[in-house]
């Protein structure tokens, strides 16, 4: 009928969704996107054909109107092609249990440490686990202080030290700069 007639039949220009898309585990954004893009190639092949007679699947002739159509067409199939490729292949989300041991490590100290940042005023004769983990990143920055988790002059020189090394304002106060600095 179309050849005939030539109306526009939707059922042959319509584009199909290829049958080897997962549409279950997509990701709703790239899912959404897609199917705008999808929606828009219909729509532009629908309006092309109505508004302008021309058929930017199978154009007949060469001109500077139906060129741009059919290049806005490719471009709009091109984006549909773009949300294919990353329905089939999505990328992996990182998470938490993905971190390597030491970067997960460092986010636990860093957590520790800002959690409670009025009690991690260290004092001569403290003893906790951040100060052990701070004795920790101490020794692995160079340093030789006794693993124990116990504050006492040995690890205050040892943290003066470091500051002093770094450029930092040297006090002997573990503080959030002198952390991070800690955990590079």
Do not use: C
Request: avoid cysteine.
């Amino acid at each position: 009928m179309y050849s005939k007639y030539k109306r526009f039949s939707l059922t042959e220009y319509e584009y199909k969704t290829p049958e080897d898309l997962d549409m279950s585990t997509a990701d709703k954004e790239v899912l959404f996107d897609y199917y705008q893009a999808v929606q828009a190639v219909n729509g532009y092949v629908i309006t092309q054909w109505s508004a302008n007679g021309i058929d930017v699947r199978n154009p007949k002739n060469d001109k500077a109107s139906t060129t741009a159509a059919v290049i806005e067409y490719r471009d709009k199939l091109a984006i549909v092609a773009y949300y294919e490729a990353k329905l089939r292949y999505p990328k992996k989300k990182e998470h938490p249990d993905t971190l390597s041991a030491q970067a997960f490590k460092k986010q636990l100290i860093r957590k520790e440490f800002y959690a409670n940042l009025s009690s991690n005023q260290l004092n001569l004769g403290d003893q906790n686990a951040l100060i052990y983990e701070v004795q920790r990143l101490l020794n692995a920055k160079g340093d030789s202080v006794e693993l124990d988790g116990l504050f006492r002059a040995e690890t205050f020189n040892a943290i003066m030290a470091f500051e002093k090394k770094n450029g930092l304002f040297v006090d002997g106060k573990l503080d959030a700069i002198t952390l991070e600095y800690l955990l590079k």
